[in-house]
């Protein structure tokens, strides 16, 4: 039985009244890979952010390692949604990396040996060393994504979480940053936002559907009734059958 990691029980969370979750429930083990799956504005985020502490429910609640979020902030490392950068800023993939070891530092503090170290290995880890003095603007989106995992990597954490980190890369960028996440989930464990269902469902090993409530399957099986009542459509809407040619569109279908 592997060690519970993060548990959220019973927890909504409103937007100024406007509910955005609502009694959700989700147990989160040790290594598990979990890929989180719901369509636009459908609380996916909401829940990261809960599960982070950057905000709190207002019913029920959330256990991150048997404390509250915001008391094990630095054992979660987070790759948010949108991350944007100024292409033109002069900044090399190994200063990214290194600035996930600045948390929580005090006044004057100054890089040592340990973060060079722990940032060539994390940059090892993803298959970016090669390019520590690459610009950062210069590299492809898929590095990019490569790099921000790098530096939430940086705290040493035992939870990743990224929220859409697929979103604009193309296939060949997906399945390399999906194959490094594979190789991390032997020390981590991973939480996924991501809308490309059949690639995840090769690689996580349950599947989450959120639409204000949250559909918690223990294996990863994507089922029709599950699409339809996360997303209102049934598989063939979401993943064109042509995606899937030896795999059709049936209830209880394994996608493994
Ligand atoms: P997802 O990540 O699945 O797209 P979100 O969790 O970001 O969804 O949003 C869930 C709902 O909450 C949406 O209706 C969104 O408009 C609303 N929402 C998200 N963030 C805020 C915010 N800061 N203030 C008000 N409403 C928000
Ligand atoms: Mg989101």
């Known amino acids: 039985m592997s060690d519970l990691e993060i548990e959220l029980k019973d927890v909504s969370f409103s937007y100024n009244g406007e509910i955005a979750l609502k009694d959700v429930t ?4 040790d290594r598990d890979f979990i890929g989180i799956i719901g369509p636009n ?8 952010k809960l599960i982070l502490g950057m905000i709190e429910p ?13 008391q094990v902030s630095s054992s ?3 790759v948010p949604q949108n991350t944007s950068i100024n292409e033109n800023f002069p900044i090399t993939v190994r200063d990214v990396t290194m600035m996930g070891r600045i948390g929580g530092r005090r006044e004057g503090w100054r890089f040592t040996r340990k973060d060079a170290g722990i940032t060539r290995e994390v940059l090892r880890q993803v298959g970016m060393w090669e390019n520590r003095d690459a610009r950062i603007g ?3 989106m898929g590095q990019r994504q490569r790099v921000f995992i790098a530096r939430a990597l940086a705290t040493d954490p035992k939870i990743i979480i990224l929220d859409e980190p697929t979103a604009s890369l193309d296939p060949p960028g997906q399945m390399i940053l999906f194959d490094v996440l594979k190789e991390l989930n032997k020390k981590l464990t991973i939480l996924i936002v991501s809308h490309n269902i059949n690639v995840l469902t090769e690689y996580v090993n349950k599947i989450a559907c959120v639409h204000r409530e949250l559909y918690f399957h223990e294996a990863p099986h994507v089922t029709s009734e599950m699409l339809r009542k996360t997303f209102g459509f ?16 049936v209830d209880g279908m394994n996608l493994k």
């Open 26 to 29: 989700f147990s989160v083990y």
């Open 41 to 48: 504005g459908s609380g996916k985020t909401t829940l990261v």
């Open 58 to 70: 207002q019913k029920g609640t959330v256990n991150v390692l048997g404390r509250k979020p915001s």
């Open 76 to 78: 979660i490392g987070y």
């Open 138 to 140: 210069d590299l492809s």
């Open 234 to 249: 049934s598989l063939e809407h979401i993943c064109p059958l042509e995606e899937f040619p030896e795999r059709p569109p």
